[in-house]
């Protein structure tokens, strides 16, 4: 490094000097300690380091700047390379793919050209054989009939050689159809390719994509399949054969949980073969074992359905520059003539399968790799293993408790003669190993018991995401305080208080995040309970309670995707160790293409629950609309109890979980549609005209006021009118013009801005979301717009559902006239808003 000098020290004025190579290093040590020395520090520095004492503060100043630009260069430098490495590998890939496609369209015009010639060449007879006959000769040769295979361990290579040919013809081949999957667009920051089967006998799934992971640590986490996917139970390796070309196969016995309580868990028995291939790549495949003799093999296990896993696994290449890329595959029959006719589509979709499965998979890699490139950063955007730990244990909680096996100490026990609701108890000390230890905030808890409340309901025209935030964000429209201190309430209230106990008793609830997934689909967090009481003491000083959250599937344009909402009880000192009990709710979406023949068929407690006529109404209009939304939604809430207070917990139980269905089923039936506007999806907000008139009203009354027009195009219908507000850049919100105003309408970048949704916005007032100083500003504009009709209010900080604080520049404010030139509310705009 040179620098300019116009001291006497041997250095002439004007000319640039080279530092020594000691000064170099000691300024290198300084740089390492402090890049940005004020400069009293550098003077400092210039003291305590006698190397530097011929060497000017400014020259210092020059220096730092250099180093600190050089840095800058070198990052900026590293992070162009990476992304140059990521895009020629995406681009590889693409070819790749697009070199397929081109042979699997190649494959179906040479498939047409025959069938043409058959059709013309032959008799009806004749067509029909041979129609048939070169159909299954082509995807479906896969599952011809085999006679029984041996499986001594020759043998057994013979099935691994086949299964790797045959997983490879999917992975790269054309052995499947694949269409791309709904809803997901390749790009350079998508999550990969993702297709699903068409065609093809079961479901399938496929998946490509980027993992800055090497292949060895890609195929470790992939084989431990626990560990990121939430419906796998267990693996068990029961036999492991090396092979000559230095591969190993595996014997396996798999359980995977089932999704709600109106299905049997799966299970299956499988091979799987992992080796090299000759360009250096890893590939791991496995298949179902069945109809093989002279070898192990694993009986039918109670309370599971065999299913059967066809040729499927990951192919694993090396990318250059470092990572992998990587190809999945997932091909399973799981046996959907064993479940309801309403849950077969969960059974017979693969795009059920590609969310739970296929992406899951990806989604972990790409989590992980995350956390190694950032592992120097902490907050926020890391999601660490412990925090990964405590959701997966909350997954896995909720996941046993909902299946209740027998091995795991489950035993049911019997009704009150509605079978709604289904009770079960487990007194196992392995189960209940710590639940012994104080963690009801202070109340020494001595359960030695743990009972489970559980059912399932359909659900009819109710998006799960939408449905899930809202029980997220008003957790006091279904839950009990009573109920959530779970220990407390059963052990330490007595059963008069809590038979007493009253839905939404508490003064209300803190959202602090803790960690979230890179794309934003799952969120860790912990709920702060306020004025919580468990006892007649506690009504003078209310308590707080705490409870651990899992919350995924919020998003609306995912297709597909599960949406589960699971907390547990925590002490405030959030032991890593701490017992937890897990509870909530899973709402998984039934495909529209395969649903029942019967569409108003309930299952479980909603056949039980009078929903009105107007919840009746909108389900026969559902049974005409095939894009009708239907979903099924399994609730369970676990309790700790001392044994001899079994028959009160559980009576209690059984009433805590009719009321939370109840609850959602009112909340589902808000949130329902009455119908749907085919543009838009919007519903008529409650308590206000029709949508559309309101956006007229809103529209005519701005340029009345304001001598402007709202909209740049406003000679449109009002449907047209009703879009183009909705989706309007600024936040415009309706409130009503009684003293306490409160919200009855907004548009999408409102809800956005006070993170809630259209039913839930008619709980908010106008002066909860304004702090003080905002509030004496509307308070003293109010009577302008009253009498006025319009005013424009400085810009100012305002507060989210969630307590967020909202920045915005100014809000333009008007009275909203109605046909006959009436007052019917006040809008307000506030415009370039953002979070703070």
């Known amino acids: 490094m040179s620098c300019k000098d116009g001291s006497k020290n041997g250095i002439d004025n004007g000319k640039y000097v080279r530092y020594t190579p000691e000064q170099v290093e000691a300024l290198e040590r300084l740089y390492h300690d402090c890049p940005k020395p004020s400069s009293i520090r550098r003077q400092q520095l210039i003291r305590e380091c006698p190397i530097l004492s011929n060497i000017e503060p400014k020259q210092i100043k020059v220096w730092f700047q250099n180093r600190r630009c050089r840095e800058k260069q070198r990052k900026e430098s590293s992070r162009l390379q990476a992304v140059n490495r990521k895009l020629t590998a995406m681009n590889k890939l693409l070819m790749e793919e697009n070199d397929r496609l081109q042979k699997q369209v190649s494959q179906l015009v040479y498939e047409n050209g025959y069938f043409r010639q058959h059709t013309q060449n032959t008799t009806q007879a004749t067509k029909d054989t041979s129609c048939e006959s070169a159909v299954t000769s082509g995807q479906h040769s896969l599952t011809t009939q085999h006679p029984p295979r041996d499986a001594s361990p020759a043998g057994l290579l013979s099935i691994a050689e086949e299964t790797l040919a045959e997983f490879l013809s999917k992975a790269t081949g054309t052995a499947v159809e694949w269409v791309q999957m ?27 994509g980027l993992v800055g992971l090497e292949p060895t640590r890609v195929a470790e986490i992939l084989k431990d399949r626990p560990l990121w996917f939430r419906d796998c139970r267990a693996v068990d390796v029961l036999n492991v054969l090396p092979t000559a070309n230095g591969g190993t196969i595996e014997l396996l016995y798999m359980q995977l949980y089932a999704p709600t309580t109106l299905a049997p868990a799966r299970d299956f028995w499988l091979l799987r073969y992992t080796s090299v291939l000759e360009d250096g790549s890893l590939v791991i495949c496995e298949r179902s074992l069945k109809n093989t003799q002279n070898g192990p093999s694993m009986p039918p296990v109670q309370h599971f359905v065999r299913a059967e896993m066809l040729p499927s696994g990951y192919l694993i290449r090396p990318c250059e520059g470092g990572g992998s890329i990587i190809h999945i595959v997932d091909h399973m029959d799981l046996e959907p003539w064993s479940v ?27 989590q992980i790799s995350h956390e190694v490139s950032q592992s120097n950063v902490t907050g926020w955007g890391r999601r660490p293993a412990a925090l990964r730990a405590l959701s997966q244990r909350l997954s896995r909680g909720f996941n046993e408790a909902l299946n209740g096996f027998t091995d795991e100490g489950w035993t049911t026990i019997g009704n009150d003669g509605v079978d709604d609701v289904t009770i079960l108890v487990n007194s196992s000390p ?9 963690f009801a905030n202070g109340f020494p808890s001595v359960s030695n018991a743990v009972l489970c409340a559980k059912a399932s309901m359909l659900l009819q025209n109710v998006p799960p995401a939408i449905l899930l935030r809202f029980l997220r964000e008003h957790r006091s429209e279904w839950a009990d305080n009573n109920m959530d201190a779970y220990t407390a309430a059963a052990i330490k209230v007595g059963p008069c208080s809590v038979s007493g106990s009253r839905v939404g008793n508490y003064g209300g609830q803190v959202i602090l995040p803790l960690a979230h997934t890179i794309e934003h689909e799952e969120f860790l967090e912990v709920i702060k309970l ?5 006892s007649p003491e506690d009504t003078i000083m209310p308590r707080e309670m705490f409870l651990l959250q899992l919350c995924s599937g919020m998003d609306e344009n995912a297709v597909g995707t599960c949406a589960e909402l699971i907390s547990a009880p925590i002490d405030a000192s959030f032991a890593d160790d701490a017992p937890l009990l897990p509870s909530g709710f899973r709402i998984i979406p039934l495909e529209s293409g395969k649903e029942a023949s019967s569409p108003n068929r309930t299952l479980d407690l909603a056949s039980a629950l009078d929903i009105g006529p107007s919840g009746n109404r909108a389900s026969n209009e559902c049974a005409g609309n095939s894009g009708c939304m239907r979903s099924v939604m399994t609730i369970a809430f676990e309790f700790a109890f001392e044994s001899h207070m079994q028959e009160h917990v559980a009576s209690m139980a059984r009433q805590y979980v009719r009321s939370i269905i109840s609850s959602v089923q009112r909340v589902a039936l808000a949130l329902s549609p009455s119908h749907l506007s085919s543009h838009t999806g919007l519903r008529s907000p409650l308590g206000t005209p029709e949508a559309q008139t309101l956006a007229h009203w809103i529209c005519n009354s701005y340029r009345c006021y304001l001598g402007v027009e709202l909209l740049k195009s406003n000679n449109e219908g009002n449907e047209s009118l009703l879009k183009s507000l909705w989706h309007h850049s600024d936040a415009i919100l309706c409130c009503t013009l009684k003293a306490l105003p409160v919200f009855t309408f907004s548009n999408q970048a409102g809800l956005d801005m006070l993170e809630t949704t259209l039913v839930a916005l008619q709980d908010i007032s106008l002066e909860k979301i304004f702090d003080d100083h905002g509030r004496k500003i509307l308070f003293s504009e109010f009577p302008q717009i009253i009498q006025q009709g319009f005013a424009c209010l400085q810009g100012g900080i305002c507060l989210s559902s969630m307590g967020r604080p909202v920045s915005y520049e100014r809000v333009v404010a008007w009275k909203v006239l109605n046909e006959e030139e009436n007052a019917h509310c006040i809008c307000f705009m506030f415009m370039n808003w953002s979070f703070v």
Request: net charge positive; charged share 20%.
């Open 530 to 534: 306020e004025g919580v009481v468990h």
């Open 182 to 208: 709904p809803g997901m667009k390749p790009g350079p920051d998508s999550i990969g390719i993702v297709a699903i089967s068409h065609g093809c006998s079961g479901v399938a799934a496929r998946a490509c």
């Open 430 to 438: 392995d189960k209940l190993m710590g639940l012994n230890l104080p």
């Open 340 to 366: 309801p006719e309403v849950l077969r589509p969960l059974y017979e979709s693969s795009t059920v399968l590609a969310q739970k499965t296929t992406m899951a998979a990806l989604r972990h890699l790409r």
